[in-house]
């Protein structure tokens, strides 16, 4: 393969050539800068920026990306996973959207019970995954449920990137020994790997070494303490002989520097290029590059191993277990709606009562405009860190084939609903029982129903900004721009009676007027009670205010409609916007 340099394009990879087969640990090395994870997200087919040319062929086959995620598997080098899963349950989710639908429940427990003393977490599957270095999961056994992750889809080829990275030798030995017991099984597995210990690097049994550009330099056999590496390299004049003891791994890439490169007047990538070994690869390649006799190419016919459905459900399930799993959010919601409630309730205590005078009618709207702000913007603010988090979760997964877009939405999307419907019945509950509002089932049940959805398309609305931006934080600053032209559009601070005629329009383009529209109307709209003006309450709601009973219904839909639409352009940002460039 290789990327092109046209005009001012960078040149990461030139002119590269191999192959890996079954049964056989390779690692892919080189100086910082060589382009290992480079070559390696482009093998995978994760680089979303840049231009490649060239060839790869899977059993002599071309590459197909939609065939080739379902067969292969990607250990990235930041473990990602969902916090608040157990070891179990993380593996049972990759397994039941990764496998095939003709293996049965049974069978699928049988594999994952399998992999799970393959990689050595038998003790460990109740735990949970936490969040790095804070909970949860060392640094090695957070490894060690990546490469479990994957092999639970039962790939034929794994491409891990530096697995042995940030671990003590200790640790970076339990995760060898799981790799080593993955390729023991006839799968094809690829590592990156940077400086490794004498032990580690000998666990290898094949090398793709690459110099600063790109370019290979060694693609061949490690063989018994390295010999063939070394005898390789000592034969080229110049090259200094490895002492007794030393790594091959260091002294490698300490005689095939780019300083050294200088001083000896040479490039090896031309003497490899020039050498037996590269003769013998390029006739491996070649003979391996055709299909063998009486083979066919791979072949799915659907790019997801399931439906659409079993994707949704799956996803519930997972943001379902995620959710009942986080009280820092869950609970802290509940007790801020109880105490939101209170506080409200005492300050405008027993005033829903009262329809004597305008001022009256304005303190019950005010309760109504300040519960709308202080629940709204902070369920709107609450949501985004969690969502920030299964995004990352969500990136590697759907790169995966696990899944796609919509069904990752509609988890996160319904998951919020029975929360926001018990938190919103405790707060009107309270808020009702105290302000003193008249007691009807059916105002009640208004009162319910514009708080419901008001505190959910808030939100969606936080979930969204996050989907349309790269992280949490700025999420929160563009979300906060908004909550000030709500505020100053919602018919409370300006009536839409007296806005000029060129800014109305966005009075009924701000989702919070609705709400305070249908509250507000629910409750006083045909009420008949005369003030202190002579008008009666729906008189002066519909002089002051411009808000009409009659209008109710559509107020109803119109409130619906924005939680459906908030909902709907997270799933389509989510969806066609990738932050996560590689």
Same mark, same amino acid.
């Given at each position: 393969?290789?990327?092109?340099?046209?005009?001012?394009?960078?040149?990461?990879?030139?002119?590269?050539?191999?192959?890996?087969?079954? /049964?056989?640990?390779?690692?892919?090395?080189?100086?910082?800068?060589?382009?290992?994870?480079?070559?390696?997200?482009?093998?995978?087919?994760?680089?979303?920026?840049?231009? +490649?040319?060239?060839?790869?062929?899977?059993? /002599?086959?071309?590459?197909?990306?939609?065939? =080739?995620?379902?067969?292969?598997?990607?250990?990235?080098?930041?473990?990602?996973? $969902?916090?608040?899963?157990?070891?179990?349950?993380?593996?049972?989710?990759?397994?039941?959207?990764?496998?095939?639908?003709?293996?049965?429940?049974?069978?699928?427990?049988?594999?994952?019970?399998?992999?799970?003393?393959?990689?050595?977490?038998?003790?460990?599957?109740?735990?949970?995954?936490?969040?790095?270095?804070?909970?949860?999961?060392?640094?090695?056994?957070?490894?060690?449920? *990546?490469?479990?992750?994957?092999?639970?889809?039962?790939?034929?080829?794994?491409?891990?990137?530096?697995?042995?990275?940030?671990?003590?030798?200790?640790?970076?030995?339990?995760?060898?020994?799981?790799?080593?017991?993955?390729? !023991?099984?006839?799968?094809?597995?690829?590592?990156?790997?940077?400086?490794? $210990?004498?032990?580690?690097?000998?666990?290898?049994?094949?090398?793709?070494? #690459?110099?600063?550009?790109?370019?290979?330099?060694?693609?061949?056999?490690?063989?018994?303490?390295?010999?063939?590496?070394?005898?390789?390299?000592?034969?080229?004049?110049?090259?200094?002989?490895?002492?007794?003891?030393?790594?091959?791994?260091?002294?490698?890439?300490?005689?095939?520097?780019?300083?050294?490169?200088?001083?000896?007047? +040479?490039?090896?990538? &031309?003497?490899?290029?020039?050498?037996?070994?590269?003769?013998?690869?390029?006739?491996?390649?070649? &003979?391996?590059?055709?299909?063998?006799?009486?083979?066919?190419?791979?072949?799915?016919?659907?790019?997801?191993?399931?439906?659409?459905?079993?994707?949704?459900?799956?996803?519930?399930?997972?943001?379902?277990?995620?959710?009942?799993?986080?009280?820092?959010?869950?609970?802290?919601?509940?007790?801020? *709606?109880?105490?939101?409630?209170?506080?409200?309730? $005492?300050?405008?205590?027993?005033?829903?009562?009262?329809?004597?005078?305008?001022? !009256?009618?304005?303190?019950?709207?005010?309760? #109504?405009?300040?519960?709308?702000?202080?629940?709204?913007?902070?369920?709107?603010?609450? +949501?985004?860190?969690?969502?920030?988090?299964?995004?990352?979760?969500?990136?590697?997964?759907?790169?995966?084939?696990?899944?796609?877009?919509?069904?990752?939405?509609?988890?996160? +999307?319904?998951?919020?609903?029975?929360?926001?419907?018990?938190?919103?019945?405790?707060?009107?509950?309270?808020?009702?029982?105290?302000?003193?509002?008249?007691?009807?089932?059916?105002?009640?049940?208004?009162?319910? =129903?514009?708080?419901?959805?008001?505190?959910?398309?808030?939100?969606?609305?936080?979930?969204?900004?996050?989907?349309?931006?790269?992280?949490?934080?700025?999420?929160?600053?563009?979300?906060?721009?908004?909550?000030?032209?709500?505020?100053?559009?919602?018919? %409370?601070?300006?009536?839409?009676?007296?806005?000029?005629?060129?800014?109305?329009?966005?009075?009924?383009?701000?989702?919070?007027?609705?709400?305070?529209?249908?509250?507000?109307?629910?409750?006083?709209?045909?009420?008949?009670?005369?003030?202190?003006?002579?008008?009666?309450?729906?008189?002066?709601? $519909?002089?002051? =205010?411009? %808000?009409?009973?009659?209008?109710?219904?559509?107020?109803?839909?119109?409130?619906?409609?924005?939680?459906?639409?908030?909902?709907?352009?997270?799933?389509?940002?989510?969806?066609?916007?990738? =932050?996560?460039?590689?």
């Amino acid at each position: 393969m290789r990327a092109h340099a046209i005009e001012d394009r960078l040149m990461l990879l030139n002119g590269l050539s191999g192959c890996f087969r079954p /049964g056989v640990l390779t690692a892919l090395m080189g100086v910082s800068g060589a382009g290992k994870t480079t070559l390696l997200d482009v093998l995978v087919g994760r680089k979303t920026k840049g231009y +490649v040319g060239g060839n790869i062929t899977i059993s /002599g086959y071309p590459k197909k990306q939609d065939t =080739f995620a379902r067969v292969s598997g990607y250990c990235e080098q930041n473990d990602i996973h $969902s916090p608040n899963l157990t070891v179990h349950e993380s593996l049972i989710f990759s397994s039941w959207l990764r496998l095939l639908p003709e293996i049965d429940l049974k069978t699928r427990k049988m594999f994952i019970d399998e992999i799970m003393e393959l990689v050595e977490m038998r003790t460990l599957q109740d735990a949970l995954v936490g969040v790095p270095g804070l909970t949860g999961l060392s640094t090695e056994q957070r490894k060690r449920l *990546t490469i479990a992750v994957e092999l639970v889809a039962n790939p034929s080829i794994i491409f891990m990137d530096e697995p042995t990275s940030g671990l003590d030798a200790r640790s970076a030995a339990i995760v060898m020994r799981t790799i080593r017991n993955t390729v !023991d099984t006839g799968r094809t597995v690829v590592c990156t790997i940077h400086q490794p $210990s004498i032990d580690i690097f000998e666990s290898f049994d094949e090398l793709f070494l #690459m110099k600063t550009g790109g370019e290979e330099i060694y693609v061949g056999p490690l063989g018994n303490n390295s010999c063939h590496l070394v005898n390789y390299f000592e034969d080229i004049p110049g090259i200094s002989k490895i002492k007794d003891g030393y790594n091959p791994a260091t002294w490698m890439l300490e005689v095939t520097s780019s300083a050294q490169e200088d001083a000896l007047g +040479v490039d090896f990538n &031309e003497i490899y290029k020039n050498s037996e070994l590269y003769k013998r690869n390029k006739a491996l390649i070649m &003979e391996l590059s055709q299909p063998s006799i009486g083979s066919s190419d791979l072949y799915f016919p659907t790019q997801y191993s399931q439906s659409f459905l079993t994707q949704c459900i799956a996803c519930l399930w997972k943001q379902n277990l995620s959710y009942w799993r986080n009280p820092t959010y869950s609970a802290m919601r509940f007790f801020f *709606t109880v105490m939101i409630a209170l506080m409200l309730g $005492s300050i405008f205590w027993n005033l829903g009562g009262k329809k004597d005078t305008q001022q !009256d009618l304005f303190n019950a709207m005010g309760s #109504m405009y300040v519960a709308i702000l202080f629940l709204g913007v902070s369920y709107s603010g609450a +949501v985004q860190p969690i969502v920030a988090i299964e995004r990352l979760v969500f990136y590697r997964e759907r790169a995966a084939g696990m899944y796609s877009a919509f069904p990752y939405a509609f988890g996160q +999307v319904v998951v919020e609903q029975p929360y926001i419907l018990s938190q919103s019945l405790i707060y009107c509950i309270i808020v009702y029982s105290m302000i003193g509002f008249e007691w009807t089932t059916t105002k009640f049940l208004w009162y319910i =129903f514009f708080t419901y959805f008001t505190l959910l398309y808030f939100t969606y609305y936080g979930m969204l900004a996050v989907s349309l931006t790269s992280n949490d934080t700025i999420a929160s600053i563009v979300s906060s721009a908004f909550y000030g032209i709500w505020n100053l559009f919602s018919g %409370f601070v300006i009536p839409r009676t007296a806005m000029p005629i060129w800014w109305s329009w966005y009075y009924w383009a701000c989702p919070v007027s609705w709400s305070l529209y249908g509250l507000l109307v629910s409750q006083y709209g045909n009420d008949h009670t005369l003030l202190d003006t002579e008008q009666t309450v729906a008189e002066f709601l $519909s002089s002051f =205010f411009g %808000f009409k009973h009659d209008f109710l219904g559509m107020v109803a839909v119109m409130v619906v409609l924005f939680a459906i639409l908030f909902a709907f352009l997270f799933g389509f940002a989510i969806k066609i916007l990738n =932050f996560q460039k590689r």
